[in-house]
């Protein structure tokens, strides 16, 4: 076993330099390059050193280090392009923070950079526990904006108290609503639920079209709708300092909604039933669990967070919906927040964050360092490959006969949790 990790580490080390020699376009150049890349490295290889023996000495689990890991060998893959591009990578990481952290107005753009995502990665990271994986939340995310601009404007008149939560909550059933067709077919016809809710997707994007260009109109030439009641808009929560601060009081729901699918999920009977469907729908089935029940159950709820972010984000940024043209990402970015956050609660929110920081630090990467903003969104995607990658890494790092995953515990794996 030791003898294949070394080949293996040592093919990644010679592919790490032919890829140096790749983009210098000859030896000497390449072989140089690579050295000052890993000069720059160094800060990522010391954390990501650490990670890895606490992860053999069992202090940390696999759930915890291995998206580190993965943080520190994107960021050491982004220090490759960076230098590439002629930059510094320092420069540059250095206003990707000062972007995301820098003043009170940076904190508050990445608070709202992070608010839908840690609903859109609930929504998925719930689903994933039921077995089932919802691609349909951007799907989800637009028709609670629907829902909650509509309600927004077409209930003007009441009052703050009644008007807030109705829509609000319409906006959540709108996303639920939207989920419940594929959680439907996927519970009663065995149809997959990646499919259908590829093509709900598509039906939303043109039907959300279709309605800011007609019903949902507002007076004028351009396609958005009537803006919705004062009484319907979330507070923002430094709207003393300025009108520029919009950070508002939807992160406060978006983290009482991790709170409270944590409780449901382990905590309730139907939080263990959809666990018990996830991990074996046999073993459930046998167990007296009604299986289609609770994956119709799943997809309402992981619909319900979705419809909750698009109705945030109309009630507390937008205050109308505006035609999108594509995606607006969330929904999709959910998914990787939620691989990243290992499908935990606990571990979306903090994914989110993470992905927020960098949306909101990478325009001022850009400005100050003058490094591409695509960059982050390269980060962002090798992020994702090497949480893809979990058991591999497990596999370089672990003890001799003993497995460092977060699954490694009998007991663990005897648990429905």
Not at 47 to 76: E, F, N, Y
Not at 162 to 172: D, K, N, R, W
Not at 215 to 230: D, N, Q, R, Y
Request: proline fraction near 4%.
């Amino acid at each position: 076993m030791r003898n294949r990790r070394a080949t293996i580490i040592s093919g990644a080390v010679l592919a790490y330099l032919l890829l140096c020699i790749l983009l210098k376009g000859d030896i000497i150049k390449g072989t140089l390059f690579s050295i000052q890349a890993i000069f720059y490295m160094i800060p990522f290889i010391f954390v990501g050193l650490i990670s890895m023996m606490a992860m053999r000495k069992g202090i940390v689990s696999g759930r915890l280090a291995s998206p580190i890991l993965a943080l520190m060998l994107a960021l050491s893959t982004g220090i490759i392009l960076i230098l590439w591009a002629g930059k510094d990578p320092f420069k540059a990481y250095g206003a990707l923070l000062i972007g995301a952290f820098g003043n009170l107005q940076n904190i508050s753009e990445t608070l709202v950079a992070m608010t839908p995502l840690v609903l859109t990665g609930l929504s998925i990271a719930l689903a994933f526990h039921c077995g089932l994986f919802n691609i349909g939340a951007e799907g989800q995310f637009i028709l609670g904006q629907l829902g909650a601009a509509w309600i927004g404007y077409a209930l003007a008149g009441l009052p703050m108290i009644l008007h807030l939560p109705v829509t609000l909550l319409f906006g959540m059933a709108a996303g639920a609503l939207w989920a419940l067709i594929p959680g439907l077919l996927k519970a009663y016809r065995g149809v997959h639920e990646v499919i259908n809710t590829i093509m709900m997707n598509y039906i939303a994007l043109y039907l959300a079209n279709y309605l800011v260009n007609g019903p949902m109109m507002a007076k004028g030439f351009l396609p958005v709708s009537p803006e919705i009641s004062p009484a319907a808009r979330l507070p923002r929560l430094l709207a003393f300092m300025g009108a520029n601060y919009r950070a508002n009081a939807g992160i406060i729901l978006a983290i009482s909604a991790a709170m409270a699918v944590y409780y449901i999920l382990w905590h309730t009977t139907i939080g263990y039933e959809i666990r018990a469907v996830g991990r074996n729908p046999q073993a459930a089935r046998y167990g007296g669990i009604n299986v289609p029940s609770n994956l119709v159950k799943a997809m309402l709820l992981s619909g319900a967070l979705s419809g909750m972010a698009g109705a945030i984000h109309i009630m507390g940024i937008q205050y109308k919906f505006v035609d999108i043209f594509t995606w607006t990402g969330y929904g999709f970015d959910g998914i990787a927040v939620a691989l990243l956050g290992g499908n935990h609660p606990v571990g979306v929110v903090l994914s989110a964050l993470l992905f927020g920081a960098l949306t909101s630090g990478a325009a001022q990467m850009q400005i100050l360092a003058g490094v591409p903003k695509q960059i982050i969104t390269i980060v962002q995607s090798i992020i994702i490959l090497f949480v893809a990658a979990e058991k591999f890494l497990n596999y370089l790092v672990r003890s001799r006969g003993r497995n460092i995953s977060s699954k490694s515990s009998p007991a663990k794996e005897a648990e429905v949790a």
